[in-house]
């Protein structure tokens, strides 16, 4: 949780007016590489999110992650919905392991019945550009995809493209506030 790019994603979602609980895995509070089951896993987002909801429950509670992260927040929403979540915020899904294309992390977002934002890199080693694409449209309304040109999966973009990571960090911004916003706007009209 202490990682540079989830401080400085806290730090600007402040800037924002969007308020952040980061959390750490328990392999990763041991400092582990090897991460925990996908049971204890869930089992942490759920206490996140409880903690989140106990902290402020008139705020809208938004919940994902960054890779692994997100994709434990998204499984645990499979099983059972996470109470009070109105949406789920991917900042780079990892649909498959590096060089072995695949959907097969993916089924479990099909039970997934609430507003789901999927922030991708279009370099991302981790979501082959065509397999997140047709993801995102066979989830059909719930999700939401944004690509981030040239952007791998910790969102660094080659300088050679003439844009660098500011510009990629302000859209990505840009692009969850709007989607935030959204989900929040249905939420509370309907």
Avoid at 85 to 90: A, E, I, R, T
Wanted: hydrophobic share 40%.
């Amino acid at each position: 949780m202490d990682h540079p790019f989830m401080a400085d994603l806290a730090r600007d979602l402040a800037g924002l007016g969007v308020a952040t609980l980061r959390y750490q895995f328990p392999y990763a509070e041991k400092h582990s590489k090897r991460p925990d089951p996908p049971a204890l896993c869930h089992a942490t987002v759920r206490a996140a999110v409880a903690a989140a909801h106990r902290l402020d429950a008139s705020l809208p509670l938004l919940a994902g992650g960054k890779s692994f992260g997100g994709r434990m927040t998204s499984q645990a929403q499979a099983k059972a919905p996470l109470p009070h979540v109105q949406g789920l915020g991917f900042f780079g899904f990892p649909l498959h392991p590096p060089k072995q294309p695949s959907m097969d992390r993916s089924t479990h977002l099909f039970q997934v019945q609430i507003p789901m934002l999927f922030l991708q890199g279009t370099r991302d080693e981790l979501a082959e550009l065509p397999l997140v694409t047709s993801l995102a449209e066979q989830l059909g309304k719930r999700a939401s995809l944004t690509l981030l040109v040239d952007a791998d999966h910790s969102f660094h973009v080659p300088k050679r493209t003439g844009r660098n990571d500011s510009e990629v960090r302000k859209e990505m911004l840009d692009a969850f506030a709007a989607w935030a916003g959204s989900v929040i706007e249905r939420r509370t009209t309907a």
